[in-house]
């Protein structure tokens, strides 16, 4: 089993930058495909980003690609969310999330095993 916490939200500027972190416990964290989600007010939970386990493969959706990094640190366990340029529309809660054993990376929320507490981001316009 996994246990996620996010951490690194908060209030930002728009056109700011936030670095999401999310720190996992237990074992074989590399065996672990991991997702960023979010999900603002009144709206679905949507894919941000997945990394493959050992880090070689990241898959974003097409209107952050370039805007945010996703990356991962096997030995600390932690994996990052590095969001740049934000937008007001990126005002959401950010969900760290684990998918076990999976041979390829998915975007569906539902196909995750584990999930994280979730951490506000808020961009002021």
């Known amino acids: 089993q996994v246990q996620l916490v996010e951490s690194g939200g908060g209030l930002v500027q728009a056109g700011g930058s936030l670095r999401l972190s999310c720190a996992a416990s237990?074992?074989?964290?590399?065996?672990?495909?991991m997702g960023w989600f979010r999900q603002a007010p009144g709206k679905e939970r949507e894919f941000v980003a997945a990394?493959?386990?050992?880090?070689?493969?990241?898959h974003y959706v097409g209107s952050m690609k370039g805007r945010f990094t996703i990356s991962r640190d096997n030995a600390k366990k932690t994996v990052y969310l590095q969001m740049a340029s934000l937008e007001p529309e990126d005002t959401a809660v950010y969900y760290c999330?684990?998918?076990?054993?999976?041979?390829?990376?998915?975007?569906?929320?539902?196909?995750?095993?584990?999930w994280g507490q979730g951490t506000q981001v808020t961009v002021s316009s």
């Open positions: 999330a684990a998918d076990w054993g999976s041979m390829v990376v998915s975007r569906v929320w539902s196909e995750y095993d584990y």
């Open positions: 237990g074992r074989t964290f590399s065996n672990y495909n």
């Open positions: 990394i493959t386990g050992s880090g070689t493969s990241t």
